[in-house]
T-cell receptor, first 114, second 114 residues
Framework: AQRVTQPEKLLSVFKGAPVELKCNYS??????LFWYVQYSRQRLQLLLR??SRESIKGFTADLNKGETSFHLKKPFAQEEDSAMYYC????????????????FGKGTLLTVNP | EAGVVQSPRYKIIEKKQPVAFWCNPI?????LYWYLQNLGQGPELLIR????????DSQLPKDRFSAERLKGVDSTLKIQPAELGDSAVYLC????????????FGQGTRLTVV
């Protein structure tokens, strides 16, 4: 079974402060990890994926297989970062091919105060 | 490109009535997902299609829920009869077949059962 855990439902920081949204996963194989974001009144959209090793809107996330974590970080939070953030995992369900599953965590609501 | 299109955006029905949701995925996307999202929770997979084949429907409550994806393009999700606990947002998403690709979400259908 695969599982994604986001321990914080709510996270509130001040503008300019560093922010870290935690994500831990449970999966026996090599997962593909993602962060999705949902801004107010907008659809859920991809923020970044670990395989690309990219930085989007100043956010980065490093896959730590030893700790089974994929925490999302930004050194200086902005008010426009306020949104709901979901960590997600794709794992192979039955040993390969196209049989995979995209599983989401429960999400963390980030509020960046002025 | 309109992205993933879902309709209706909102639906209010009385319990025990049937309801149907429609999804038009992004052109060329073979994979289609239906997710259920309760308030304050992350999306939970109901069913995943690869073309017209339902490859993962293990989380679909088959006593009242059904889905189809005729011709491997548009999809409908039906509930019959609806219960009060079915009130939630129903999300449709599509992606290309590779496991590391982005899932594109629709705006969702917010169902209220009264």
């Amino acid at each position: 079974a695969q599982r994604v855990t986001q321990p914080e439902k709510l996270l509130s920081v001040f503008k300019g402060a560093p922010v870290e949204l935690k994500c831990n996963y449970s999966y026996s194989g090599s997962p593909e990890l993602f962060w999705y974001v949902q801004y107010s009144r907008q659809r859920l959209q991809l923020l970044l994926r670990h395989i690309s090793r990219e930085s989007i809107k100043g956010f980065t996330a490093d896959l730590n297989k030893g700790e089974t974590s994929f925490h999302l970080k930004k050194p200086f939070a902005q008010e426009e970062d306020s949104a709901m953030y979901y960590c997600a995992l794709i794992g192979i369900v039955d040993g390969g091919g196209s049989n995979y599953k995209l599983t989401f965590g429960k999400g963390t609501l980030l509020t960046v105060n002025p | 490109e309109a992205g993933v299109v879902q309709s209706p955006r909102y639906k209010i029905i009385e319990k025990k009535q049937p309801v149907a949701f429609w999804c038009n995925p992004i052109s060329g996307h073979n994979t289609l997902y239906w997710y259920l999202q309760n308030l304050g929770q992350g999306p939970e997979l109901l069913i995943r299609y690869e073309n017209e084949e339902a490859v993962d429907d293990s989380q679909l409550p088959k006593d009242r829920f059904s889905a189809e994806r005729l011709k491997g393009v548009d999809s409908t999700l039906k509930i019959q009869p609806a219960e009060l606990g079915d009130s939630a947002v129903y999300l449709c998403a599509s992606s290309a077949e590779r496991t590391d690709t982005e899932a594109f979400f629709g705006q969702g259908t917010r169902l209220t059962v009264v």
